[in-house]
């Protein structure tokens, strides 16, 4: 069984950083991709980034130029650097794993909560 656990969210004021993690119980190596999805109240689950190999990114609109998504293979560890947040940021941060057609794994979530 893979698990997928989240930790770093939190309170921040706006314009504020943080760098959420996600440590997988196996080596992330064998994933086709890592990602970051968020589900504020009231919406759906939406994707924020995601990553392959080590030097393919992809980021949202909402997420570009402010979040930086990375890795550490050795530690089995996905990262969510979030700079500049907003309001709007104010989600459940959740770390997803996909390894092909129905294999797709999701951590429990980190609350992020971008208030002043």
């Known amino acids: 069984q893979v698990q997928l656990v989240e930790s770093g969210g939190g309170l921040v004021q706006p314009g504020g950083s943080l760098r959420l993690s996600c440590v997988v119980s196996r080596s992330i190596v064998s994933f086709m991709t890592m990602a970051w999805y968020r589900q504020a109240p009231g919406k759906q689950r939406e994707w924020v980034a995601n990553i392959r190999g080590s030097a393919i990114r992809n980021y949202a609109d909402s997420a570009k130029g402010r979040f930086t998504i990375s890795r550490d293979n050795a530690k089995n560890t996905v990262f969510l650097q979030m700079n500049g947040l907003k309001p709007e940021d104010t989600a459940v941060y959740y770390c997803?794993?996909?390894?092909?057609?129905?294999?797709?794994?999701w951590g429990q979530g980190t609350q992020v909560t971008v208030s002043s």
């Open positions: 997803n794993g996909y390894m092909g057609t129905g294999r797709d794994y």
